[in-house]
């Protein structure tokens, strides 16, 4: 057989000559091949190709190569994931399906997609679909000899800025947790350095297992982001709760998160109106009814809502906080200056209600320092506040397009933040567990840390637990999601 050897190809040369074979799904050989018939030297059938990787990449070759320029690194304006790699593991279950839909999403924010299936993963969809919807052939083998001359398991890991894990069977959770790397795709988690995402996806009963709890607290020790799983219906008829996988625009913000959280000015020329804090409701000019919260949740909306481009007003309750830059902000105390201040915010295209309003006032607020009397107990009359939520939601004239409201709950936390949605007339209610029991250290009222209960009319998310500063940004990305909507 004759054997053509191609000598002089340098790092840039090959890198091209690689990315165009990708992308046109073919191995290098074949590419050489086309790039030669292209050019006029069509190969004998029988004569093989083999390449040297030397030192110049002055070769004939690059001129035939024409403009295929390498993929570019760094974050363009306007594209939150442009220039992007990001390697897709599909794992074997019923939500691999909506992977493809990933797939659409990463490449629309700009990211250069590679897949890579289990065996599992290809009972659910066909390497043939994903690739299609990639752009370059899906891996699936270990020991394809076509992989191993293109692009080896090391080589994919590393070739990448991060690495995607949708869904993430329970049995590949374990794998990760124990280091184990008997498959393509195991391997590549392995051996890659990159940033990891997982998105859960798995039955109820196995989510909540405790050896999946416990996979799932080892993997987070060693760095592993995890979004999702959602509580909703399962694929299995009958079955609901835990282990829904994030739906596939979540895990798209999820990827954005992992290269330093770029929400990419989504929200320009969007008017956010956010309030915080707590109010307080004088009883005398020296005592008033409040609460605990801090005002951090509200404060790092606001902060996330500016940062994503939008024009911010917070109406903030007395909060120990410094106003966030780029800010407009009220300083209010009560709960009719907090209404009064919210009202003349107005208009506004987005209206989020984080304060933990005083829900009642003293009847009467003396003008002087109650004093102690002679009986020892004293009786407070108090008068129910009006509610600025709801007010607003059901404004008949300029109501802004996405009301939202938190509800803080020590009990029963879905169904009440259901019952308030309805009751208030609100779209979206972030629902946290404000209770002693909730396991957030410093609790959510006046601590760091939330854990959220998203509730649409949609359906329910569970948000796990992040930083304020995070659940601040996921609701941004997810608001800016829902304006790109017409
Ligand atoms: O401030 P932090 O320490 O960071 O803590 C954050 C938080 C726990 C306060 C925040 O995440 C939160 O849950 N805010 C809502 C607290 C609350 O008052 O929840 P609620 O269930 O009582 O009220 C439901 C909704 O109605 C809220 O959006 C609230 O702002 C709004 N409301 C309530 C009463 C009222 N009179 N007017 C209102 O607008």
Known sequence: ??????????????????????????????????????????????????????????????????????????????????????????????AAYKSLDLIRRLKERGAMVRVVMTKAAQEFVTPLAAAALAGERAYTDMFDAA???????????????????SPCTADFLAKIALGLADDLASSVILATDKPILIAPAMNPRMWRNAATQRNLARVREDGVAIVGPNVGEMAETGEAG???????????????HLFGGAVARSLVGTRVLITSGPTHEAIDPVR????????????????????????????????????????????????????????????????????????????????????????????????????????????????????????AETEQVVENAKAKLARK???WILANDVSPGSGIAGGVMGGDRNAITLVTRDGVEIWPEQSKDEVARRLIERIAAELSHP
């Open 288 to 407: 008033y009814i409040a609460n605990r919260s801090s005002g951090k949740q509200g404060f790092a909306i606001a902060r996330a809502a500016a940062a994503a481009g939008a024009g911010v007003t917070l109406v903030a309750g007395p909060a120990a906080l410094p106003d966030p830059p780029g800010v407009k902000v009220a300083h209010v105390i009560s709960a009719r200056d907090m209404l009064a201040a919210v009202e003349h915010a107005l208009p506004a295209d987005v209206a989020i209600f984080a304060a933990a309003v005083a829900d009642w006032r003293a009847a009467r607020e003396d003008a002087h320092k109650i004093k102690k009397g002679p009986g020892g107990g004293r009786q407070l009359a108090l008068v129910e506040n009006p509610d600025i939520l709801a007010t607003i939601a059901h404004r008949a004239d300029g109501r802004p397009r996405l009301v939202i409201g938190f509800a």
């Open 147 to 165: 992989t191993e001359f293109d692009v080896g398991h090391i080589q994919i890991a590393r070739d990448t800025d991060a690495v995607v894990v």
């Open 242 to 256: 835990i282990g829904r996988m994030a739906e596939p625009i979540e895990i798209a913000d999820a990827v954005s």
């Open 1 to 94: 057989m004759a054997s053509l050897t191609i000598r002089g190809i340098g790092d840039d040369l090959k890198k091209r000559l690689k990315m165009r074979a990708i992308g046109n799904n073919r191995s290098m050989e074949e590419e050489i091949r086309h790039v030669l018939a292209d050019a006029g030297h069509p190969l004998d059938e029988r004569t093989s190709v083999v390449s040297r990787s030397l030192q110049s990449s002055a070769t004939p070759l690059a001129p035939m190569l024409g403009g295929q320029p390498a993929p570019q690194r760094g974050l363009p304006a306007g594209g939150s994931l442009a220039g992007r790699r990001v390697v897709l593991v599909i794992t074997g279950g019923i």
């Open 425 to 427: 007339g609100c779209d």
